[in-house]
DNA sequence: TCAAAAGTGTTAGATTTACACCCATGA
DNA sequence: TCATGGGTGTAAATCTAACACTTTTGA
């Protein structure tokens, strides 16, 4: 008999706010609650964390279970713990945000699971205090983003540079000046030219780039 | 019956950097365990969360139980949740970091709790995760220090320019540079120049200042 | 031939940094 | 009288922001 049995014990969850982008819209991977309480309300994906996994562990398997992705890049938003949160039961919650590219996602996995892409910018009201989740990922999302090179993980390998601004704008919410922009890609020798181009998205043709993670540890120096 | 059950529970506890500034140094309060397990090793504060408490309510309430202050500034550090953290039982731990006056601090209390006012940059080896704690609330509050006006908050109501300063330096750790940084303060309406002098710290006597907070709402534009 | 996106430099303004001396006073 | 910390301005360098036209090509 110890000390910590004069305690209560309470269940913890994670919840994934999963990102994703779509050509110039930050997306969120939202799925209609299956269970009491909230059953049919949005909602964001999570589980229970187990006796015997770490909370990093627990949001990594969290997501592999509905998206099948490993060596996700994930971090953590932060717990969530008012009383009532959870109509049910005292439940706090680990918030995880991850990013991924929306095509690394099968479609198919995607209906068997009913999640859905949502324009992070235009959420429905979600089940609980998902919507404060969300709003606190994007911020630590953003800012982390502006100094460190983990928007590549929402691209595909190979992007053009209209594609990275138009990234760039929609998490940072406003619009940015190509110019000014590709001046300081350019500076940024880790993201490299390609002799790819794209023809999808123009007549003329948009050069490919990559990001070159081992040029980046050598000299990482990022700033955008 | 929900589905709650089939899952386990685990305790959670709040831990907490408190932060205080001594005339040049950062400054924070810890204390040697006094339970098994890690009885004896130095520690930061913590308590467990109760089932009707929120993690905040649960970390100011810690917080006051060993300082007996009420309103304190803290804000949540993130979660820590390695399933061995703790070498009892499971437990994830929420870490809050909170600023206070050292003066505002009871001695007498102080003593009765056996905790200590360390250096924030030589802190010993804590128990179980707490450096790595500390480490992230350090970083999280040096940041917010640059755009928020909390450093005050480590300050005696009034306060000389310089000791202004040694907070930014302690906390930034590195030297900034007088007139740079006067320079700024100037500029910043809400941080007032008061008629008292302090000679406690210089034969010719520092101008004391205030922090206005109501005309800090009225135009928030902070940056140091 | 024209619509649509790709690609490319320069300049003014704002911000940041570096830097050194006089002042007032108590010991 | 001198040692100690308080107080003050300027100039160079850097960074940021604004801005417009030419190119290519598929339809």
Not at 179 to 203: A, G, H, L, Q, V
Request: charged share 30%; proline share 3%.
């Amino acid at each position: 008999m110890t000390f910590y049995s004069e305690h209560s014990k309470v269940w913890v969850s994670v919840d994934c706010i999963i990102f994703g982008f779509d050509e110039s819209k930050l997306k969120v991977l939202i799925g209609r609650r299956q269970m009491d309480p909230g059953r049919g309300e949005w909602s964001l994906y999570g589980g229970f964390v187990a006796a015997d996994e770490s909370l990093d562990d627990a949001a990594a398997r969290t997501l592999h279970e509905l998206t099948g992705m490993e060596n996700v890049f994930m971090r953590q938003v932060g717990a969530f713990g008012s009383v009532d949160r959870d109509p049910g039961e005292r439940v706090i919650s680990i918030a995880y945000y991850a990013l991924i590219n929306v095509k690394d996602y099968s479609e198919t996995l995607r209906k068997e699971h009913g999640v859905e892409w949502v324009d992070a910018s235009e959420l429905p009201r979600l089940y609980s205090d998902h919507n404060q989740m969300v709003a606190k990922a994007w911020k630590l999302m953003k800012q982390k983003m502006r100094t460190e090179p983990i928007g590549f993980r929402l691209l595909p390998e190979l992007f053009t540079l209209t594609q990275l601004q138009r990234l760039y704008e929609a998490v940072g919410g406003e619009e940015i000046d190509k110019r000014n922009f590709r001046k300081r890609i350019k500076e940024m020798d880790f993201i490299e030219k390609t002799n790819k181009i794209d023809k999808k998205s123009s007549k003329r043709g948009a050069a490919l780039y990559c990001f070159n993670h081992n040029s980046y540890e050598k000299s990482p120096d990022f700033k955008l």
